[in-house]
């Protein structure tokens, strides 16, 4: 039986990528091959450049709010495709029904966001500063911008990116995973019928070639990106010095603290469903546990309990199931040598997931939550991103010592405490090195208006995704200085 | 005779250098030796970081209305010393006493506006967006930054930095240029006097090797940059290289467009100013003349009478001089170079300011201003920012035609139309693709409230110097998600 | 044969009213009768009332980006309802259809902004002002909030009110013109199929008493108001009196000055459109015409001609009108009152439009374009707002003598100057007393992105309809600082 | 012995009143007469306003960063007469010189906040709106302004006034109280001295002719008031029916509402600083105790100690001095008469501060710190504002029952709780429905970046004194949309 190949969308044409390299798009759950996916070269990445810079001239000159209203648009067919997409995400990746939703509609924010895009890229005026002199500012959109968005969040990292650079007066090029290209597909297919002009917006597939074609292409003048530290600190490094903007977003190791005074079940909950959501494959799972005194004694076996009672599965075609695969065979076999490793270093797994047995889908990447006690604080689990359903723990003996714990991370993502108490919250929120805190909020990942804001190595350039700064951004002032003779 | 030797400002400390390296600071009026400036190494530079590394977390943690408080005072000191200030940038630049009191004021009007921090640092809050979650951001300084800082503004430049860091709750190093150290010992002199604490405001003497210090030192977060164009380029990519954040801001070639309906004599007064104010030592500086037809024959005899005849002579003994020597003998000979090449090309010095003589002032730099007609487009002095008082003159069809000639170069700084037309003007601020744009103001380098928005070659960075971005750049945001069980 | 009658929407159910005062509401194209419209008394109002104050804590409560998703499908829907909703403004109130397009499209843009509202009500926060002390602000909404509609905009102006008011988490009564209630319905309906809760939008209809019951009752926050200038004097007042907020929009007396190099044919086409489109009717038509010498000879009998041209006539059954009725039998003699008088006065109507024939429509409310020259400027059709297609024309010496013409209007809506100067446009702009400047733009209504800045006479009350302005007067702040022992 | 009578300023000259009414001003902690203050009528305010309103053209043209340069000398002087100012507030109102050297500091933030208004009253730009236009606002002053001021904080409430209102560009009139003018002199002559044009700022003295001459003068364009409730409304109603904007504070009646996790200490001394510092005159006051159970008993009998502890006695001239005197022999008259009531009602003064013996000073205005408990909730001393060094108190049974009992005031200022617990610190943050909340801090009286927030009846008018809003509150903003032809 065949499977599609998926097309680009260069110029307002789907076509047939011509570069001959073609890898399968599997569904995760059952390790089946869905579609297969063509892997771009420069020419190609060329082909769609060119044609977002020919649209750009027209569409910087449209009127914001006849871009907007495009978007508004697309956010009704959006809206009306909800279960189409969610469901098309959890087939290419394999997160949960529950997990997919969420996504989407965090996604579907940045749009409504990007349709208030009028109010939001005004410029400045200040009159009669001398001599009846006049100043103003205007946000004027870059050009050609590109976003590179990683296998995670198949919707929901792409929309991050392109709604805001379009809002804006850019034209748009997207390359997404080319382990979950589907979605992204489908979310520009929509966009087409939407309304958005020829060129403006352009769907590439492709891997490293494609993104080094990207990142040195003499014509984009923006990167975004989203994927692991070492290859975001790389698009961060060669856009930079091939004169480009950059956002570009790591990886992370984002902690929780637990103080003796958060209830322990709602403490449980939101620790599964961080460390556990989307197998562990985000980049704002927690992923190391903090215990102080007092704390430690009450949470762990409720925790160990509750991670053991999740059900895993293949999400596709069973509502039941709380946690899904993780991507790849590659990866779990990653996660099983990280775990090997903390091992034979003296930690004990008292929650050992490696051998889960998923009956009703043999081939699917499955690997059932972990808990990891007495790990070596220098060991892999703790100082890298595993990107799978394992949560370390350490024990602490205050609230100080598990800060600095948490500080000397080289990442700054999430960091994470449960308490009631004001001060304790107060402490951990200045005092914590990272830029996105939650109070009893296991995954604090910002809906669209506030931006999402890694820090350290978890980030790489000065203007965020999302939010006011993702705006500025996609944008460059230009100041007048006016008078008439 | 005796001059002095610079010393550096290390953790509240005045001390002298040890690296045994000297340059020679020269009056470029006269051509003496006023001072000896030490170059300093690595293991200084290293000093002076782990002094701002330490005076870090206290000034961070000073509420932003008492950090504001010791600025509130330095204002009133920079005021207080402004005839000595604005002399002392005279004497190191050649630049007249006129322009170095409008630099002078220029610089002091950045400290005025990061008296206002406690204003412009706030976050945003977004309550009850679900499940009694609650929305906050908050801003923090980055650590320690450092400030690399050109010849041609030895007052201004430094003031466009460290006032803003500062308030921001940042400490700082400033590396001034070596060939005119002196206003800046003078500026850190009255903001220690100002009650800055030791550490949290640092000041280094060097070249390379310092500049090389600073972008690779691991505990630097942020550098600000002014200076050439490949310098600006180097040290953006090598500093983004070291994962910092960076603004650099490059050369410029500005051109004037001068339209038939406006006035000549305003329009010469604004052209001299800005061709050969400062010598022509500065990135907004007009240095290429567009003239369209009906304008031409109407400016440029007119135009070559006053620039003839403009006094040149030494600034810090002669008020009545209206310009100054350019920076060093060095310098003098590269501009020289420059006028050589393009006669040899074919144009025509209209003006020759080369062979000016000064008697009172022999040793001086000295180049009156020079006026190059029928000049090849592809000539160095049309593509390259000379840095002298010299003004290309290119003659163009129309104002379509100029505006296209303005956008090939690859520079993107200043851009001036004079006109009285709004059609015209509207034209002109929309379509060229510069970040300042002067309405029949021939110099439009923005006021401290607005950025100084260099586009293309003339800045590498997304966050610009001053204004609203000059704050976002010394800050990074944390986001906030609270609920209470 | 029987009409419908205008129902009312209180707590989610459309109801008949009670009071048993009936209006026709008539079709000014025609003079027929199209509906019936109820005036409820003080215990209908206190009925909206209730409701919304009981919707109104669940209301506040809902998320601000859920609230947008019942806008986001109201947008929608009401581009969906265009057609039926600019024929239906066409019907009840006679102006042409393409006025009733732009201004069903200009109400549509209000909800656009609305859709925004969780970028737009953000609070601050600083943090560590001293002793560990933080401050955070949070905008609330203020709870029922009323709405009071003129018949000139029966879509526009109430969607400039209540989509804002609701966004921000208020609840709303709608009290549309007894003249054009039906459009006001129709928008109702729509929202309520969007899902906007019970009771959280009420619709009421009714004149003074209901007004006065609005303005009176003790659980009413806010009042928006557009209207003329009297009674927008009563409405502050009164609403002020009892404690409420309130955006009271009275009347205008716009004027145009034409200075010489301004282009014939696009002036008198700006021209016809301000002073003649809407018959005159809107707050924002141009009704003075200043010229000044050199303009005066140019633009005279080609604006007579063009105006003279204009067809006039039932614009519901007509595409080519290109002027319709005025609203009323009584408003059309008022108008003939103002010309008899300034006859009486001495002034010549050079257009008298008086005598327009309309066979098609022969009980229409007709008057044709009329232009009145040789006026004296004591004169009521100088003073007052006609709120017809009538112009007045004074002829001025110069530009300054124009613009203190204007400035001595107690009125201060909008201005309107044609030029090529960039110097006369920008003394204009600095210099006239009014809050909406039009450059070369006949009508310069802001989109909803800019607040409806009347001056003087023309509003009253301190936060402006739309635009920042608009969110800020439907939202109190709470400041809250807070520290932790 | 003779005392001074207090001089007028008006249009640049210090002059005195020829009304002829005069008051004497009184050091309440010695009953001594210190000057003698005149009570201007209408002929001296209109003076006052013709000079402004002639003033009001130059000033409103001088650049903002012009204006603020005064404001910047002005902050100097200030600094520098810090000493000098706080004494004499201490000298003319009685409160301690500790309370009074804070509320100078207090007040001298406005004017830092003032010299950052470059950045603060910019407008907006947006281009590109369709048919190349491009839309801009600007904010321009009002024109003269009033500022009307208690005799409670003869410096800081003046300073919340004027600094603002002239660094927008306003000219300004100040009416300080006619019991403390004397504070308000000295600003003025500062004023003078950092060179505030003539007639840009002007002072009067007065009492109800010289209010209502300013709230009737139809060339004043808004009043800024701070006093009681029922003047408060007055004023609102009556600057608002003559067409001014207003903003006017009245009274208040704070609550403090104690949980059992809150540390005793901290909340006594919290507690004391509010109810019983300026001897409870002022709109921060915390005038209410509500203890919930568990916290009930922990905290009353430490608090009476603490409170009978309180050194009462004249604050000019001991330092050790606690509490002052109240403003005068009538106010302390009304301050018995509530309490006389209370005990009549049945309420229990465990604490009863009415018969201290201020043996140094028989002749001061002293009532020592009160504590009324058993109250009834429908007494004057729970539903009125006392203004004195009382401290009602009310048992409730939980902390929703406390938040009900506070939003059943018809006040609207503050309200306070002491907790370690987040959750109930939000719950009263969303639940309470006054401006200003303090969480464990005891007057939660916002510095000047933020809004005074008083809601309900504690505040009349749309736009709050000081931070963003008080700023909107003196400008208005011009809209103007450009195309050419």
Request: proline content about 7%; charged content about 20%; hydrophobic content about 40%.
């Given at each position: 039986?065949?499977?599609?190949?998926?097309?680009?969308?260069?110029?307002?044409?789907?076509?047939?990528?011509?570069?001959?390299n073609?890898?399968?798009?599997?569904?995760?759950?059952t390790?089946?091959?869905?579609?297969?996916?063509?892997?771009?070269?420069?020419?190609?990445?060329?082909?769609?450049?060119?044609?977002?810079?020919?649209?750009?001239?027209?569409?910087?000159?449209?009127?914001p709010?006849?871009?907007?209203?495009?978007?508004?648009?697309?956010?009704?067919?959006?809206?009306?495709?909800?279960?189409?997409?969610?469901?098309?995400?959890?087939?290419?990746?394999?997160?949960?029904?529950?997990?997919?939703?969420?996504?989407?509609r965090?996604?579907?924010?940045v749009?409504?966001?990007?349709?208030?895009?009028?109010?939001?890229?005004?410029?400045?005026?200040?009159?009669?500063?001398?001599?009846?002199?006049d100043?103003?500012?205007?946000?004027?959109?870059?050009?050609?911008c590109?976003g590179?968005?990683?296998?995670?969040?198949?919707?929901?990292?792409?929309?991050?990116?392109?709604?805001?650079?379009?809002?804006?007066?850019?034209?748009?090029?997207?390359?997404?995973?080319?382990?979950?290209?589907?979605?992204?597909?489908?979310?520009?297919?929509?966009?087409?019928?939407?309304?958005?002009?020829?060129?403006?917006?352009?769907?590439?597939?492709?891997?490293?070639?494609?993104?080094?074609a990207?990142?040195?292409?003499?014509?984009?003048?923006?990167?975004?990106?989203?994927?692991s530290?070492?290859?975001?600190r790389?698009?961060?490094?060669?856009?930079?010095?091939?004169?480009?903007?950059?956002?570009?977003?790591?990886?992370?190791?984002?902690?929780?603290?637990?103080?003796?005074?958060?209830?322990?079940?709602?403490?449980i909950?939101?620790?599964?469903?961080s460390?556990?959501?989307?197998?562990?494959?985000?980049?704002?799972?927690?992923?190391?546990?903090?215990?102080?005194?007092?704390?430690?004694?009450?949470?762990?076996?409720?925790?160990?309990?509750a991670?053991?009672?999740?059900?895993?599965?293949?999400?596709?075609?069973?509502?039941?199931?709380?946690?899904?695969?993780?991507?790849?065979?590659?990866?779990?076999?990653?996660?099983?040598?990280?775990?090997?490793?903390?091992?034979?270093?003296?930690?004990?797994?008292?929650?050992?997931?490696?051998?889960?047995?998923?009956?009703?889908?043999?081939?699917?990447?499955?690997?059932?939550?972990?808990?990891?006690?007495?790990?070596?604080?220098?060991?892999?689990?703790?100082?890298?991103?595993?990107?799978?359903?394992?949560?370390?723990?350490?024990?602490?003996?205050?609230?100080?010592?598990?800060?600095?714990?948490?500080?000397?991370?080289?990442?700054?993502?999430?960091?994470?405490?449960?308490?009631?108490?004001?001060?304790?919250?107060?402490?951990?929120?200045?005092?914590?090195?990272?830029?996105?805190?939650?109070?009893?909020?296991?995954?604090?990942?910002?809906?669209?208006?506030?931006?999402?804001?890694?820090w350290?190595?978890?980030?790489?350039?000065?203007?965020?995704?999302?939010?006011?700064?993702g705006?500025?951004?996609?944008?460059?002032?230009?100041?007048?200085?006016?008078?008439?003779?």
């Open positions: 039986m065949t499977v599609p190949t998926c097309k680009q969308l260069i110029n307002g044409k789907w076509q047939e990528s011509t570069s001959g073609i890898l399968p798009v599997t569904n995760p759950s390790g089946e091959t869905i579609a297969q996916v063509p892997l771009c070269d420069q020419s190609e990445v060329d082909k769609a450049v060119q044609a977002a810079l020919a649209a750009f001239p027209a569409w910087a000159k449209t009127p709010q006849a871009r907007t209203q495009i978007l508004f648009r697309y956010k009704h067919l959006l809206d009306a495709h909800f279960d189409e997409l969610y469901r098309l995400v959890t087939r290419e990746h394999g997160k949960t029904l529950a997990e997919a939703k969420g996504s989407v965090r996604g579907i924010e749009v409504d966001l990007a349709c208030g895009i009028p109010m939001l890229i005004k410029g400045e005026t200040l009159s009669e500063t001398g001599g009846s002199v100043y103003m500012s205007e946000r004027f959109p870059l050009g050609v590109a590179i968005t990683p296998f995670n969040f198949p919707a929901m990292i792409p929309l991050w990116m392109f709604p805001i650079a379009l809002a804006c007066g850019n034209t748009f090029i997207l390359k997404p995973s080319e382990q979950t290209p589907l979605t992204a597909i489908r979310l520009v297919e929509l966009l087409v019928e939407a309304g958005i002009p020829d060129g403006v917006m352009n769907l590439i597939h492709g891997a490293r070639d494609a993104v080094n990207l990142l040195t292409h003499p014509h984009i003048r923006a990167i975004s990106f989203v994927g530290t070492p290859v975001a790389y698009i961060y490094q060669t856009g930079a010095a091939n004169g480009k903007r950059v956002q570009s977003a790591g990886g992370a190791k984002n902690h929780f603290i637990v103080m003796p005074d958060a209830p322990v079940d709602a403490v909950e939101a620790i599964n469903a460390a556990f959501g989307c197998a562990g494959e985000r980049c704002m799972a927690g992923s190391t546990l903090l215990t102080v005194p007092g704390a430690t004694e009450r949470i762990l076996e409720p925790l160990r309990e991670a053991a009672a999740m059900k895993v599965g293949p999400t596709d075609s069973d509502e039941s199931v709380d946690m899904g695969p993780v991507i790849s065979k590659p990866h779990l076999e990653k996660i099983h040598g990280y775990l090997a490793q903390s091992e034979k270093e003296g930690a004990k797994l008292i929650l050992d997931g490696r051998h889960v047995n998923v009956e009703s889908a043999p081939n699917g990447y499955y690997i059932a939550p972990t808990l990891v006690d007495g790990v070596n604080p220098q060991s892999g689990i703790i100082k890298e991103e595993v990107f799978g359903p394992v949560l370390g723990i350490l024990r602490m003996n205050s609230l100080d010592e598990a800060i600095e714990q948490m500080n000397q991370s080289p990442f700054g993502n999430a960091g994470v405490i449960f308490t009631d108490s004001g001060k304790a919250a107060r402490q951990f929120r200045r005092e914590v090195r990272c830029g996105m805190i939650g109070i009893n909020v296991g995954v604090p990942a910002p809906m669209a208006s506030f931006s999402f804001t890694g350290n190595d978890s980030f790489f350039g000065d203007l965020h995704i999302q939010g006011t700064e705006i500025a951004f996609y944008t460059q002032q230009k100041v007048t200085i006016t008078r008439w003779f």
